[in-house]
């Protein structure tokens, strides 16, 4: 169904049950549904967020200013990156790190060819820094890069198998969606993504999907064309 991706993992996933530092169980899982994806002949490509390590916003009203902490907490994520690159490798399928602001020779530049090409030869390319700009999230930066490499939809991994109607882990009424449109989430007024990233996604057409990352097999089940988790779409 899909061809090529682009991936969007929260920091805060790689953080295992706390949500916080590396969890090298929950690094090893990802690798491998990653890996296995790729072999399977999906174009991957991944944004990762850094909550794990540090958000931006957290350093407001601590000492730090926004266009401060907002480097920090693109910094976290490009460790992030390295360390997800790693775990890929050791599954035996190419990783490049590649980041919005120069960081040679810690990773690549990025230039959208050459991610590109990493995934036309059978990589994955994993693309840190955010957009490069302060009070951009890491959303925006997906919505952007998924774009830029004409991916054929923006998958978005969570911890919940899809889009509710309120939050299912507080509402034990909430239901889930198959799917819904662009407006219909905007209407309801449903947190798929944040709202630059939602609006670059309508924009640009470009399909979401949100599903479960932690339920093993999921993401080569979207490569099959499964129905899997919750289609946004014009």
Not at 95 to 120: C, G, I, Q
Request: proline share 3%; hydrophobic share 40%.
């Amino acid at each position: 169904m899909y061809k090529r991706v682009l991936l969007k993992l929260s920091g805060e996933s790689l953080g295992g049950p706390s949500g916080r530092g590396i969890d090298e169980k929950m690094l090893a899982a990802y690798a491998g549904e990653i890996a296995a994806a790729a072999r399977e002949g999906l174009e991957v490509a991944i944004v990762i967020g850094g909550g794990n390590i540090f958000r931006g916003l957290q350093g407001v009203g601590k000492g730090f200013d926004r266009v401060n902490g907002d480097r920090m907490g693109m910094l976290a994520t490009v460790i992030n990156s390295l360390g997800l690159a790693m775990a890929i490798r050791s599954e035996g399928v190419e990783a490049e790190v590649f980041t919005a602001t120069p960081m040679e020779p810690v990773a690549n530049y990025y230039m959208r060819d050459k991610a590109v090409k990493v995934l036309e030869r059978g990589g994955v390319a994993l693309i840190a820094g955010g957009t490069g700009n302060p009070f951009f999230t890491t959303d925006s930066g997906a919505a952007l890069r998924a774009l830029e490499i004409g991916a054929d939809a923006l998958l978005k991994g969570t911890r919940v198998d899809g889009v509710y109607t309120a939050d299912p882990e507080k509402d034990p009424t909430a239901t889930k969606y198959d799917e819904l449109t662009f407006d219909k989430a905007l209407g309801d007024h449903l947190k798929v993504m944040d709202q630059t990233a939602f609006a670059l996604c309508s924009e640009g057409n470009m399909p979401i999907i949100v599903f479960d990352m932690n339920e093993k097999g999921n993401l080569t089940k979207l490569l099959k064309g499964e129905k899997v988790g919750t289609l946004v779409h014009k």
